[in-house]
């Protein structure tokens, strides 16, 4: 949708209107005068682009059988509309009430819309971008039912009083012509029949309309007369109501699941009642009531039976639970289980005309959750291929990320290896939703979206374009072995999740390198390769990990307390096959037999040969294992460097570096650790408190509810909240926006009752030892102080869980300090460096940045078997709020990019192999100035540091009363900025190096969590956010995408023409029994029905007249359709004449005859016989 905002133009160097101030630049050096900066406010305008996926909470479905473009509404008031693939539009009713229904003007490119708020909408699709001509609202009524004929302007509205009024769809306006409901019924009925749930005229006599009400009832109405033709009454209630073709029948679907048919001139009793579902009883009694069918559709052939389609109608006892849709052609039944209740679902059929042989060819029908088209004309009735973006929520989206601008080779590659991913056994023709035409627009660029999902999969989506396509799914839940339900000799789970174990939390993607790497909610960490070949791996590579806690801090296993530093006892296998998932699966901090579990990792990787198909094949898997009954804590933050060969993860104890060239453990330590001893900013990582409480105590709140972190990660929305921690210090302000703001839709209800029954069998600390395993070969032990992150799931804002200790002291709070973000970079780690080396630059949520040196060996088999060396070179530089992103500029303000390796195929021959490391360009150096900017940015402020000087040159606060969420250092067309989205749902850039603010936007009100966990930017001014379970909304913020964007959209309106009317036959048209037209004009106009009452509804005039409709399409297609207007108009007013010519013609030939006739009888009288 889009939707333009009114941007607040910053002017260059104005900073009165927020608190930001700027850092002088080093005396003797001038450091602005350098970087000329070409970012203006003129470059950014935010606007919606497109919106992708399923809609969420569907509740109606229209479809328009000329122009093939299908429009589903949902309860919050949305309409999306779906032409072929790569079309599709997004249109919002302001109220947001549900949409009960809609109608299509067929082939005029209009759209009238029913809302539960009892208001009528027209809604223009002749331009790119639908917007409403007219609203009607009633004010005394519910609106419960509508009905536009074809090629009528004249729309039926049923209430729920029982009555129907008449809307005008050109002018919107009530006619006064009413169908009372105590006029349609008997006289003799005592009772009101309930409201309108059908109306559908005549097929063959458009004077004539069915309305059914919903006590069982259904009067055949005459139009013109004014008056009731028959009433049918049945004991059970109607919920739908079909009409066979020839306008001599019709078919009502009934609560007790049977099917009536009725003759219309027999009203007595219906000629056919038939149970389909239920069972026949031989004492020749009624079938057994079955459960209601909500909706039937009867749709003829000229060749062979009719198609009657129907939902519900399923026998109580039935063993299904599934909503089902039953086909019934001929003597064959076919009943069609769905994974999801059944909306509403439409039969497709060659002709719009309701009076000729429908020719059913398909039936769409849509689900909660999905959207499916069944094929009717192939055996088996096989369902077509979606071409649409509609599984993003096949399984719950954990984390997404965003990448534009992409190696162009990148797309190609993963849709060949996705291709084979393909399902078989779909309809072999094509898709029948085919309207519309693509967009023209030339700006375009490899944007690829990756989203992590609850089942452990992750999908690659193309998203160029502003269209969306799947191109690979992986599943990183092959490489652990399945759990084993039911059998008989089950092991406690070791799972920290009850459910979803094999979640994505988060991922750290390499483009050009291809390398993937993926951590999950189990504590566990994937690195995958990229490759073209199928390959079989024999043994899963395998890291164990296992961290403890500080020494005064943790219970000796042995009676002396004592902790000597000697190297660990190798885990034997046995012990690290702990997947069994118990009854019940929570995780068991002890074994059977009362022994703390120890040394077991969450889940078991399979010992079996895996099997891996060509795309991203498992490099290594790291596990953290459990420790003296304590669960591993989950990882929080990721990166991946392809060119050192390293990833680094980090939890609220510290990190751990390892090297999946060399598979080992490089550096695994405390946050507390990597401190300097001089360092200024160094936390003392003893808690003050000396004594613990023992085992199973309650601690750290009030009321005895200790929420341990293991138990409170239970439904896959809360995966994603360990992934983004902030600092404490905007813990106050959170809280106070949390009790404004609700709790995520997708929040299970019953998380707190299960994390207070489940609290007993937990203990109060995380306490683990941290050691690596790979293989036999055990490492020396390393001592690491570790925390314990517990979300408050009392509180609305559990999501956002802050890294704290379960010590009641916020004295011992505070001490505890998480890692927040990882960066890469060749750059300066110590200000006496004269030269550029690796390093790894990490951000906490204290807000310090710290920074390690990386010494390397020679690339090549060196590299293999050397050590990589690591040594801390303390902090850089502290903000306030945690760290969120940092980025590195060169002296002329371009951004530097990690190093990497360009990819290349890991099966190949090992002679073909090398190692072929790119480094990043070297900034040109000058003497005695920086030759690096680093740009750090954190929850409260930005700020951006010369290297190696360390000098602060610039320094913005970004937010006082609130705190930034994400932030990125992008690339727009016209340089670099720095993007932030805040949770008081402002969006802003700042320039580079100098952090002008040059866009501010109050763009969303942070309503829901689900937007601040999968908020991300990315380059060319690309970002967007999970705004449903079931949606991904990009938005831009750049003046030249928003420029370009109605270029970019497709259209959905086409000229074409109606189809011809069917023949009506020579004995027809002579006897009349075809269709019967009705001047609708005369009977329900101004002139012969009155005007309506003003009080029973308000006309709303939308943006645009019905001028608009006509002509406000943009583009060629646009002239097309205003030429076909103008021809059709002229032609109808050339007929008009041609017409009036011909009846004078016919006229004048009259005259002459009859006065020749009087003149040959008065020609020989003379004129005394006149």
Same mark, same amino acid.
Request: charged share 20%.
């Given at each position: 949708?889009?939707?333009?905002?009114?941007?607040?133009?910053?002017?260059?160097?104005?900073?009165?209107?927020?608190?930001?101030?700027?850092?002088?630049?080093?005396?003797?050096?001038?450091?602005?005068?350098?970087?000329?900066?070409?970012?203006?406010?003129?470059?950014?305008?935010?606007?919606?682009?497109?919106?992708?996926?399923?809609?969420?909470?569907?509740?109606?479905?229209?479809?328009?059988?000329?122009?093939?473009?299908?429009?589903?509404?949902?309860?919050?008031?949305?309409?999306?509309?779906?032409?072929?693939?790569?079309?599709?539009?997004?249109?919002?009713?302001?109220?947001?009430?549900?949409?009960?229904?809609?109608?299509?003007?067929?082939?005029?490119?209009?759209?009238?819309?029913?809302?539960?708020?009892?208001?009528?909408?027209?809604?223009?699709?002749?331009?790119?971008?639908?917007?409403?001509?007219?609203?009607?609202?009633?004010?005394?009524?519910?609106?419960?039912?509508?009905?536009?004929?074809?090629?009528?302007?004249?729309?039926?509205?049923?209430?729920?009083?029982?009555?129907?009024?008449?809307?005008?769809?050109?002018?919107?306006?009530?006619?006064?012509?009413?169908?009372?409901?105590?006029?349609?019924?008997?006289?003799?009925?005592?009772?009101?029949?309930?409201?309108?749930?059908?109306?559908?005229?005549?097929?063959?006599?458009?004077?004539?309309?069915?309305?059914?009400?919903?006590?069982?009832?259904?009067?055949?109405?005459?139009?013109?007369?004014?008056?009731?033709?028959?009433?049918?009454?049945?004991?059970?209630?109607?919920?739908?109501?079909?009409?066979?073709?020839?306008?001599?029948?019709?078919?009502?679907?009934?609560?007790?699941?049977?099917?009536?048919?009725?003759?219309?001139?027999?009203?007595?009793?219906?000629?056919?009642?038939?149970?389909?579902?239920?069972?026949?009883?031989?004492?020749?009694?009624?079938?057994?009531?079955?459960?209601?069918?909500?909706?039937?559709?009867?749709?003829?052939?000229?060749?062979?039976?009719?198609?009657?389609?129907?939902?519900?109608?399923?026998?109580?006892?039935?063993?299904?639970?599934?909503?089902?849709?039953?086909?019934?052609?001929?003597?064959?039944?076919?009943?069609?289980?769905?994974?999801?209740?059944?909306?509403?679902?439409?039969?497709?059929?060659?002709?719009?005309?309701?009076?000729?042989?429908?020719?059913?060819?398909?039936?769409?029908?849509?689900?909660?959750?999905?959207?499916?088209?069944?094929?009717?004309?192939?055996?088996?009735?096989?369902?077509?291929?979606?071409?649409?973006?509609?599984?993003?929520?096949?399984?719950?989206?954990?984390?997404?990320?965003?990448?534009?601008?992409?190696?162009?080779?990148?797309?190609?590659?993963?849709?060949?290896?996705?291709?084979?991913?393909?399902?078989?056994?779909?309809?072999?023709?094509?898709?029948?939703?085919?309207?519309?035409?693509?967009?023209?627009?030339?700006?375009?660029?490899?944007?690829?979206?990756?989203?992590?999902?609850?089942?452990?999969?992750?999908?690659?989506?193309?998203?160029?374009?502003?269209?969306?396509?799947?191109?690979?799914?992986?599943?990183?839940?092959?490489?652990?072995?399945?759990?084993?339900?039911?059998?008989?000799?089950?092991?406690?789970?070791?799972?920290?999740?009850?459910?979803?174990?094999?979640?994505?939390?988060?991922?750290?993607?390499?483009?050009?390198?291809?390398?993937?790497?993926?951590?999950?909610?189990?504590?566990?960490?994937?690195?995958?390769?990229?490759?073209?070949?199928?390959?079989?791996?024999?043994?899963?590579?395998?890291?164990?990990?296992?961290?403890?806690?500080?020494?005064?801090?943790?219970?000796?296993?042995?009676?002396?307390?004592?902790?000597?530093?000697?190297?660990?006892?190798?885990?034997?296998?046995?012990?690290?096959?702990?997947?069994?998932?118990?009854?019940?699966?929570?995780?068991?901090?002890?074994?059977?037999?009362?022994?703390?579990?120890?040394?077991?990792?969450?889940?078991?990787?399979?010992?079996?040969?895996?099997?891996?198909?060509?795309?991203?094949?498992?490099?290594?898997?790291?596990?953290?294992?459990?420790?003296?009954?304590?669960?591993?804590?989950?990882?929080?933050?990721?990166?991946?460097?392809?060119?050192?060969?390293?990833?680094?993860?980090?939890?609220?104890?510290? %990190?751990? =570096?390892? &090297?999946?060239?060399? +598979?080992?453990? #490089?550096?695994?330590? $405390?946050? !507390?650790?990597?401190?300097?001893?001089?360092?200024?900013?160094?936390?003392?990582?003893?808690?003050?408190?000396?004594?613990?409480?023992?085992?199973?105590?309650?601690?750290?709140?009030?009321?005895?509810?200790?929420?341990?972190?293991?138990?409170?990660?239970?439904?896959?929305?809360?995966?994603?909240?360990?992934?983004?921690?902030?600092?404490?210090?905007?813990?106050?302000?959170?809280?106070?926006?949390?009790?404004?703001?609700?709790?995520?839709?997708?929040?299970?209800?019953?998380?707190?009752?299960?994390?207070?029954?489940?609290?007993?069998?937990?203990?109060?600390?995380?306490?683990?030892?941290?050691?690596?395993?790979?293989?036999?070969?055990?490492?020396?032990?390393?001592?690491?102080?570790?925390? %314990?992150? =517990?979300? &408050?799931?009392?509180? +609305?804002?559990? #999501?956002?869980?802050? $890294?704290? !200790?379960?010590?009641?002291?916020?004295?011992?709070?505070?001490?505890?300090?998480?890692?927040?973000?990882?960066?890469?970079?060749?750059?300066?780690?110590?200000?006496?460096?004269?030269?550029?080396?690796?390093?790894?630059?990490?951000?906490?949520?204290?807000?310090?940045?710290?920074?390690?040196?990386?010494?390397?060996?020679?690339?090549?088999?060196?590299?293999?078997?050397?050590?990589?060396?690591?040594?801390?070179?303390?902090?850089?530089?502290?903000?306030?709020?945690?760290?969120?992103?940092?980025?590195?500029?060169?002296?002329?303000?371009?951004?530097?990019?990690?190093?990497?390796?360009?990819?290349?195929?890991?099966?190949?021959?090992?002679?073909?192999?090398?190692?072929?490391?790119?480094?990043?360009?070297?900034?040109?150096?000058?003497?005695?100035?920086?030759?690096?900017?680093?740009?750090?940015? !954190?929850?409260?402020?930005?700020?951006?540091?010369?290297?190696?000087?360390?000098?602060?040159?610039?320094?913005?606060?970004?937010?006082?009363?609130?705190?930034?969420?994400?932030?990125?250092?992008?690339?727009?067309?016209?340089?670099?900025?720095?993007?932030?989205?805040?949770?008081?749902?402002?969006?802003?850039?700042?320039?580079?190096?100098?952090?002008?603010?040059?866009?501010?936007?109050?763009?969303?009100?942070?309503?829901?969590?689900?937007?601040?966990?999968?908020?991300?930017?990315?380059?060319?001014?690309?970002?967007?956010?999970?705004?449903?379970?079931?949606?991904?909304?990009?938005?831009?913020?750049?003046?030249?995408?928003?420029?370009?964007?109605?270029?970019?959209?497709?259209?959905?309106?086409?000229?074409?023409?109606?189809?011809?009317?069917?023949?009506?036959?020579?004995?027809?048209?002579?006897?009349?029994?075809?269709?019967?037209?009705?001047?609708?004009?005369?009977?329900?106009?101004?002139?012969?029905?009155?005007?309506?009452?003003?009080?029973?509804?308000?006309?709303?005039?939308?943006?645009?007249?019905?001028?608009?409709?006509?002509?406000?399409?943009?583009?060629?297609?646009?002239?097309?359709?205003?030429?076909?207007?103008?021809?059709?108009?002229?032609?109808?007013?050339?007929?008009?004449?041609?017409?009036?010519?011909?009846?004078?013609?016919?006229?004048?030939?009259?005259?002459?005859?009859?006065?020749?006739?009087?003149?040959?009888?008065?020609?020989?009288?003379?004129?005394?016989?006149?």
């Amino acid at each position: 949708m889009l939707k333009k905002f009114n941007i607040r133009k910053v002017l260059d160097g104005l900073t009165a209107s927020s608190s930001s101030g700027t850092a002088s630049p080093q005396p003797g050096t001038n450091q602005n005068d350098v970087i000329q900066e070409t970012l203006q406010s003129e470059h950014f305008q935010l606007c919606k682009t497109v919106r992708h996926g399923f809609p969420y909470q569907p509740s109606s479905m229209a479809f328009d059988p000329v122009q093939k473009i299908l429009a589903i509404g949902t309860q919050s008031g949305a309409v999306r509309l779906f032409g072929r693939a790569g079309v599709e539009c997004y249109c919002q009713h302001d109220s947001g009430a549900a949409v009960i229904q809609l109608q299509f003007l067929v082939n005029e490119g209009a759209l009238v819309s029913a809302l539960a708020d009892d208001s009528v909408h027209l809604w223009n699709l002749r331009q790119k971008q639908p917007a409403i001509l007219h609203t009607l609202k009633f004010n005394r009524e519910r609106i419960t039912f509508c009905h536009l004929p074809f090629q009528s302007k004249w729309l039926y509205i049923g209430t729920e009083k029982g009555n129907i009024h008449i809307v005008n769809v050109e002018s919107f306006t009530l006619s006064g012509y009413v169908i009372m409901w105590n006029k349609a019924i008997e006289l003799s009925s005592k009772s009101h029949p309930g409201p309108v749930v059908h109306i559908s005229d005549n097929p063959m006599d458009e004077g004539k309309i069915l309305i059914g009400f919903e006590c069982g009832t259904v009067v055949l109405w005459d139009l013109k007369c004014k008056k009731a033709d028959y009433r049918y009454n049945h004991d059970e209630a109607i919920h739908s109501v079909a009409w066979h073709h020839e306008g001599k029948q019709f078919t009502c679907s009934h609560s007790d699941g049977t099917l009536t048919t009725w003759n219309v001139r027999v009203p007595a009793k219906p000629t056919i009642t038939i149970t389909p579902h239920g069972k026949q009883p031989k004492d020749g009694k009624k079938p057994e009531p079955c459960k209601p069918i909500l909706k039937v559709e009867y749709k003829t052939t000229r060749a062979g039976d009719a198609f009657v389609v129907m939902s519900g109608g399923l026998s109580y006892d039935t063993g299904c639970r599934r909503s089902c849709l039953t086909v019934m052609h001929g003597k064959s039944t076919a009943v069609l289980e769905m994974d999801y209740p059944i909306v509403d679902f439409l039969t497709l059929c060659e002709t719009p005309y309701p009076n000729d042989f429908q020719e059913p060819y398909a039936v769409v029908v849509l689900l909660e959750k999905d959207l499916v088209v069944i094929d009717l004309e192939q055996i088996g009735y096989p369902i077509f291929e979606n071409p649409y973006p509609l599984s993003i929520h096949e399984s719950p989206v954990t984390c997404v990320e965003y990448f534009a601008d992409c190696p162009p080779e990148l797309i190609p590659a993963l849709y060949s290896v996705g291709s084979r991913q393909k399902r078989q056994g779909y309809s072999k023709k094509e898709w029948p939703i085919s309207g519309g035409n693509w967009g023209q627009g030339t700006l375009s660029y490899p944007e690829i979206i990756v989203t992590g999902h609850a089942d452990g999969s992750i999908k690659f989506w193309d998203a160029s374009a502003i269209m969306l396509q799947v191109l690979y799914k992986l599943k990183t839940a092959k490489v652990f072995e399945k759990a084993l339900k039911g059998g008989k000799e089950e092991k406690p789970s070791t799972e920290i999740v009850d459910e979803d174990p094999f979640a994505i939390q988060t991922l750290s993607w390499c483009p050009e390198s291809r390398m993937l790497c993926v951590a999950g909610v189990s504590a566990h960490v994937i690195i995958y390769r990229f490759s073209k070949q199928e390959m079989t791996t024999e043994v899963v590579q395998l890291l164990e990990v296992r961290m403890q806690g500080e020494l005064n801090d943790v219970d000796s296993p042995d009676p002396a307390g004592d902790h000597p530093p000697t190297p660990s006892t190798p885990v034997p296998p046995s012990s690290s096959s702990p997947t069994q998932e118990g009854e019940p699966s929570e995780a068991q901090p002890f074994t059977s037999d009362d022994r703390p579990r120890d040394n077991v990792p969450c889940l078991k990787v399979r010992s079996a040969p895996l099997k891996q198909s060509p795309g991203y094949q498992v490099e290594l898997v790291i596990q953290l294992v459990w420790v003296s009954g304590e669960p591993p804590q989950q990882i929080t933050s990721l990166a991946v460097s392809s060119s050192d060969g390293l990833v680094v993860f980090g939890n609220s104890s510290g %990190l751990a =570096v390892v &090297d999946y060239l060399q +598979k080992s453990l #490089l550096l695994n330590m $405390s946050t !507390s650790e990597l401190y300097s001893p001089s360092d200024p900013y160094q936390r003392q990582p003893r808690s003050p408190r000396k004594t613990r409480q023992p085992s199973g105590a309650l601690s750290d709140n009030s009321d005895g509810n200790n929420v341990s972190e293991e138990k409170s990660n239970k439904s896959p929305t809360s995966v994603k909240s360990k992934s983004r921690r902030f600092s404490k210090t905007v813990a106050n302000d959170f809280a106070k926006m949390s009790k404004k703001i609700s709790s995520p839709t997708e929040q299970k209800t019953g998380l707190e009752e299960r994390v207070r029954q489940q609290h007993s069998n937990t203990l109060p600390y995380k306490r683990c030892f941290c050691c690596m395993k790979e293989g036999k070969e055990s490492r020396s032990l390393l001592y690491v102080h570790r925390t %314990l992150s =517990v979300p &408050d799931v009392n509180a +609305k804002d559990s #999501l956002f869980s802050r $890294s704290r !200790s379960s010590s009641v002291t916020s004295i011992e709070r505070e001490s505890r300090e998480a890692i927040s973000s990882f960066h890469f970079s060749e750059s300066f780690p110590r200000k006496t460096d004269s030269s550029p080396s690796p390093s790894l630059w990490l951000g906490t949520t204290q807000g310090t940045v710290l920074v390690l040196s990386l010494s390397l060996p020679p690339t090549g088999d060196q590299r293999l078997q050397q050590p990589v060396g690591v040594s801390s070179c303390g902090t850089l530089v502290r903000l306030k709020g945690g760290i969120l992103t940092m980025a590195f500029l060169d002296s002329l303000g371009a951004v530097l990019h990690p190093s990497y390796e360009p990819w290349s195929e890991p099966n190949a021959p090992d002679e073909e192999k090398t190692r072929r490391r790119r480094p990043a360009s070297p900034p040109p150096t000058q003497e005695g100035q920086d030759s690096q900017y680093a740009v750090v940015c !954190s929850e409260k402020q930005a700020k951006v540091v010369g290297l190696p000087s360390q000098s602060c040159f610039f320094k913005h606060n970004i937010t006082e009363s609130s705190f930034v969420l994400r932030a990125d250092v992008v690339q727009m067309a016209a340089g670099l900025c720095l993007a932030c989205f805040c949770a008081n749902g402002h969006i802003m850039t700042l320039s580079l190096p100098s952090l002008r603010p040059l866009l501010d936007v109050n763009y969303l009100p942070l309503t829901d969590m689900r937007i601040a966990r999968t908020f991300c930017f990315s380059n060319l001014g690309q970002a967007l956010y999970l705004t449903s379970p079931t949606e991904i909304q990009r938005i831009t913020y750049s003046q030249e995408t928003c420029d370009n964007l109605q270029e970019m959209m497709g259209e959905l309106f086409t000229p074409l023409e109606t189809p011809e009317a069917p023949n009506r036959g020579f004995f027809k048209g002579l006897f009349g029994g075809g269709a019967q037209s009705l001047d609708r004009e005369d009977l329900f106009g101004e002139t012969a029905a009155g005007k309506a009452s003003r009080s029973l509804a308000q006309h709303i005039p939308g943006p645009q007249g019905m001028e608009g409709m006509k002509g406000a399409a943009s583009g060629v297609v646009g002239d097309l359709a205003r030429a076909r207007i103008a021809l059709d108009e002229r032609g109808q007013k050339l007929g008009e004449l041609e017409d009036r010519t011909a009846a004078m013609m016919a006229s004048a030939d009259s005259f002459s005859k009859h006065a020749h006739d009087m003149m040959l009888k008065y020609k020989d009288k003379k004129w005394y016989q006149l």
